[in-house]
């Protein structure tokens, strides 16, 4: 199975803060990377796809980068309801694999 | 507005069976693939399953750890996915989610139900 890594796996900014985490797949999975979003409580929801397209609905400080093995995701303007924990997932090669999430919260 | 409803879950016994349902609606159910993931705290999220749609010919595909243990199938008829877990471990204690894909080949998600809980437990 393909490893994902996620880092760092928590971190604390502020209202208006650029922030951004990465994610990392043990081979090559081209493009075929969603980054999900999920809050306490809540299913995940998809934010990103195809590493930079973004999911109808998602506000556009959302965006993601990358391909082959190192990806990001940016949130250009923290605010508050983006509190949750954010998880890259590959679909490049069966089985799909999560990476272990990194919880993001506010200073 | 797509909808993914699960239901199904409860306490149920080691070694017992149990059938987790999918209710869709706000689309064609039938133009759609869809899969099974779990969550738990300790392992995180981990997909289980998958059935294309009709066009695709409603093939399956499985994770190597539960396959011959877990069966998806789907009735078009009435916006239902389905998913069957036999011989129940403690570790199947979990959130199950369905997911609607966008194509033909497992992981392109785009939609998730709201989940519901399995706990295996004597």
């Known amino acids: 199975d393909i490893q994902m890594t996620q880092s760092p796996s928590s971190l604390s900014a502020s209202v208006g803060d650029r922030v951004t985490f990465t994610c990392q797949a043990s081979?090559?999975?081209?493009?075929?990377l969603n980054w999900l979003q999920q809050k306490p409580g809540k299913a995940p929801k998809v934010l990103i796809y195809?590493?930079?397209s973004l999911e109808t609905g998602v506000p556009s400080r959302f965006s993601g980068r990358g391909s082959g093995t190192v990806f990001t995701l940016t949130i250009s303007s923290l605010q508050p309801e983006d509190v949750a924990t954010y998880y890259c997932?590959?679909?490049?090669?069966?089985?799909?694999?999560f990476g272990p999430g990194t919880k993001v919260d506010l200073e | 507005e797509v909808h993914l409803v699960e239901s199904g879950g409860g306490l149920n016994q080691p070694g017992r069976s149990l059938r987790l349902s999918c209710k869709a609606s706000?689309?064609?159910?039938?133009?759609?693939?869809v899969n099974w993931v779990r969550q738990t705290p300790g392992k995180g999220l981990q997909w289980l399953s998958f059935?294309?749609?009709?066009?695709?010919?409603?093939?399956?595909e499985y994770a190597p750890s539960v396959k011959g243990r877990i069966t998806i199938s789907r009735d078009d008829s009435e916006g239902l996915a389905y998913l069957h877990i036999n011989n129940l471990k403690a570790d199947d204690t979990a959130v199950y989610f369905c997911?609607?894909?966008?194509?033909?080949?497992?992981?392109?998600?785009?939609?998730w139900g709201q989940g519901t809980l399995v706990i295996v437990a004597s």
């Open positions: 997932q590959q679909y490049n090669t069966l089985p799909p694999t």
């Open positions: 081979q090559d999975i081209n493009i075929y």
């Open positions: 195809g590493a930079s």
């Open positions: 706000g689309f064609t159910f039938g133009d759609y693939s």
């Open positions: 059935i294309r749609n009709t066009f695709y010919g409603g093939t399956t």
């Open positions: 997911v609607r894909d966008r194509s033909s080949n497992p992981g392109n998600f785009d939609y």
